[in-house]
């Protein structure tokens, strides 16, 4: 992390009145989160999609 990315956490935490670790953790949960969302809707989208075709296998 370079000392600019320091400031404009610090900055953007004292501007929400939460401490840096407060802000960062909730960040990292937050793209967590996302991350597994965005995952579930694609393996649901993959399994959709060839439903057919695994039937088919079966």
Known sequence: ????ELDA???RAE?????MWSFAHDAVITAVNEHSLL???AADH???VSEELNRRLA
């Open 15 to 19: 501007s929400e009145g939460r401490s």
């Open 1 to 4: 992390m370079t000392q600019e």
């Open 46 to 48: 993959v399994l959709k």
């Open 9 to 11: 956490l610090r900055a």
């Open 39 to 41: 995952f579930n809707e």
